[in-house]
């Protein structure tokens, strides 16, 4: 029905982190960390991975200074996991994710947003592994962090609802995925500094109407989420090339095959123009 996606469901195709001038990591002592941990931040944003994780792992070297259950320890491992499963080691990215889970964990109230964050993290790799009942109690227990947090309008938030949706989805709950992407989309409408791509939500929860046979109703979605991914990454991009090789399948499976490959050609062009 859909081609299965790479590692890029971390935030779902936009990235959502947290600043290491937050919270307890922002300490006046350890300027070149934090010099390493913003230049791995930049290069990670710009889809830099290998560059990232050199900042990253030479932020480690130094973050080794620090007490053994140090924050800044512990939220420097999470951004190199971070690099790990966008370059599908993730068996090294679930290790490093879940010792830091400890760290915060044990931290209490001074480490419950780099907790939220990191159970997101991991919950997307247990939805990409198929582990949906595991990823959805992960999504949930960040998602109430968050609102302790009094963050349930952060993008986080919402990354939560789109994994906990995708992963109801995965696993046939269609009603309670559905009800779930309606959430979202009313919550983002209004939205229109957020980072959030609205494309690639609509483009998944199209797939609902595809399972069940509602092909007209997943061939609209499917150009709103278009335009919509147009607007927001420009035509020139992955996600819509992503997009356009669904509605091209869509598209074949309505027998208008002439449409469908033309939308095929012009996927195959953006990829190799952003090779």
């Not at 947290?18 to 919270?23: C, D, F, G, P």
Request: hydrophobic share 35%; with cysteine; charged share 35%.
């Amino acid at each position: 029905m859909s081609r299965r996606r790479p590692m890029n469901l971390i935030a779902f195709g936009w990235f959502v982190c947290l600043s290491v001038a937050s919270s307890v990591l922002a300490e006046e002592n350890d300027p070149e960390w934090r010099e390493f941990m913003a230049l791995g931040d930049q290069s990670f944003s710009h889809s830099q991975y290998k560059m990232a994780e050199e900042n990253f792992l030479e932020a480690h070297r130094l973050a080794k200074d620090f007490p053994e259950r140090d924050l800044r320890r512990a939220y420097t491992a999470v951004r190199i996991a971070d690099v790990y499963a966008r370059d599908d080691r993730r068996a090294k990215a679930r290790d490093l994710y879940e010792k830091a889970i400890d760290v915060f964990t044990e931290a209490q109230d001074d480490g419950l947003e780099h907790l939220a964050y990191t159970l997101k993290q991991l919950a997307d790799l247990d939805s990409f592994e198929g582990k949906l009942s595991t990823a959805i109690d992960r999504y949930r227990r960040s998602k109430r962090i968050l609102t302790v947090l009094e963050q349930h309008e952060s993008d986080n938030f919402t990354a939560c609802q789109f994994g906990i949706a995708r992963a109801e989805r995965l696993a046939g709950q269609l009603t309670e995925a559905e009800k779930d992407f309606h959430d979202i989309l009313a919550r983002l409408k209004d939205s229109q500094k957020s980072p959030v791509n609205t494309g690639e939500i609509l483009a998944e929860y199209a797939n609902i109407p595809w399972q069940k046979g509602d092909l007209p109703k997943t061939d609209q979605l499917l150009q709103e989420a278009y335009r919509q991914a147009c607007a927001k990454r420009g035509e020139m991009h992955r996600e819509v090339a992503d997009i356009l090789v669904r509605r091209s399948q869509l598209l074949a499976q309505m027998h208008r095959f002439d449409e469908s490959k033309k939308l095929a050609e012009r996927s195959q062009f953006i990829y190799r123009e952003t090779h």
